[in-house]
C-alpha cells in the first residue's frame, strides 16, 4: 500500500469550525490539486491559500495523485509547501477534512483518523452560514467510467495527461510574450460534443442525487469543470481543479458561495507581475557585487 504524504495519524478530536473575523471566509472548498504530477499547479495554489484565509477547509478529493506516482515518483518542493501550508493551518486551529476521489483512493483506508490535524472522511454534510445544508463529496462514485470499467479510465488518465504536457508546454512559451496563463486541455473539454454531454450528465446526476438525499446542495470535484449553478432543487457547486482551471470555492460569512478563478483573480496577476520583474539570480549577484566594489575598480 502507498503511504499518504501526511504524517502518522494522530487521536485528535474534531472541533466545530471557530469564527474568526480576522479571516476573510467562513469555509474553503478546493479539489483535484494532484500533487505528484507535472501537470500540477502547486506554485498558484500556495498563492491562493496565502490570500485566501478561512475558518474551515475542505479538501474535496484527489489532493494527490497515486495513480502518477505508482509509474514514477515526481515530487518537487512545491508539492511538499502545499502538504506544509495545509499542516500549518491544521496546526493552527483550521478544522480540515479531507474526503479521498479515486486518484487518492489509498486515503479511503483511513476514514476517521486525523494526520496532523487533517481529518479524513468518507464523505460530510456542510451547513452553510444561511443554514443550508450541502453535502461535500469527491464525485468519483457517479461516475459510470470510473466505478465499472477501471482500466478504461486509468487509459483516459494517461491520454490526458499527454494534453497537460501539451498544455504546460504552451504556457511557458505564452509566458515568454507575457501572456495569460490559458488551458489547452480546458479548452478541449468544452469544444468535444462528447465530453460536454458527459459533463451535462454528471452534473444533472449529482443534483439528483442530493435532492435525493433531502439536502440544499452538492459540493463535488472529479470531473475539472468549476461551477455553481441550480439544477432542479439542488445547487450544484464543482470545486474545479489545479492542473487545468485553477479555482476553488469560497464561502462567505453570510452563506453565499462564490467561485474564485485565480488564473483570472488580480491579485493572481500581480503576483506574477512580480515575479516576471524580479532579476535572475546570475543578475541580483552581478548587481551585488557592483554596489560592493570600491570605487576604484568601478571606475
Known sequence: ????????????????????????????????????TRGCQAGMLLEFLRHHEADCIYLVGDIFDGWRLRRGWHWPQSHNDVIEA??????????????PGNHDEVMRHYFGTHFGGVEVKADAVHTTADGRRMLVTHGDQYDVVVMNAKWLAHVGDWAYNMVLTANTWLNRIKRLWGGQYWSLSNWAKQQVKSAV???GEYEKVLAEEASRGGYDG????????????????????????????CTGIVEHHDG?????DWTRDPRSAQQRERGKKRPKRADREKLKNSKSAPESEKA
Request: overall charge negative.
Open 1 to 36: 500500500m502507498m503511504t499518504p504524504p501526511f504524517p502518522s495519524p494522530l487521536p485528535v478530536s474534531a472541533e466545530a469550525p471557530k469564527p474568526d473575523q480576522n479571516r476573510p471566509y467562513r469555509t474553503l472548498f478546493i479539489s483535484d490539486v494532484h500533487l505528484g
Open 86 to 99: 495545509l499542516l500549518a493551518k491544521a496546526h493552527s486551529g483550521v478544522p480540515i477534512l479531507y474526503i
Open 197 to 199: 454531454n458527459f459533463i
Open 218 to 245: 452538492i459540493i463535488c470535484g472529479h470531473i475539472h469543470k468549476a461551477e455553481i449553478t441550480v439544477i432542479g432543487d439542488a445547487e450544484y457547486v464543482n470545486c474545479g481543479d489545479w492542473m487545468e482551471s
Open 256 to 260: 453565499t458561495l462564490q467561485l474564485i
